[in-house]
């Protein structure tokens, strides 16, 4: 199983940008999905989450700026970014939980010029 990451980039304060993942391999089914990033020297932190039957979850700092969906016949789930703040930069981890396992990609970059 495998989690491709792609979408991040560099981006002015106020601006945004989508972040997609998509999980390929041998997959029965993915309970969750989702981002969390790392910004440096702080800990990972949740971004959104988003289950298989919709209900979504996410951090504090970005409620209302932020949106997460998800195509479960493709295995694939977007965040929208808005209203992008330096604060945002960061990497950014697609997570899964795939048949009872988790499941990381490998990290996109996302920086917030101000």
């Known amino acids: 199983v495998q989690l491709q990451a792609s979408g991040g980039g560099l981006v002015q304060a106020g601006g945004s940008l989508r972040l997609s993942c998509a999980a390929s391999?041998?997959?029965?089914?993915?309970?969750?999905m989702g981002w969390y990033r790392q910004a440096l020297g702080k800990e990972r932190e949740l971004v959104a989450i988003?289950?298989?039957?919709?209900?979504?979850s996410s951090g504090d700092s970005v409620k209302g700026r932020f949106t997460i969906s998800r195509d479960n016949a493709k295995n694939i789930v977007h965040l929208e970014m808005n209203s992008l703040k330096p604060e945002d930069t960061a990497v950014y981890y697609c997570?899964?939980?795939?048949?009872?396992?988790?499941?990381w990609g490998q990290g996109t970059l996302v920086t917030v010029s101000s």
């Open positions: 997570y899964a939980y795939i048949d009872r396992r988790p499941y």
């Open positions: 391999g041998r997959i029965y089914s993915i309970n969750v």
């Open positions: 988003i289950t298989s039957g919709g209900t979504t």
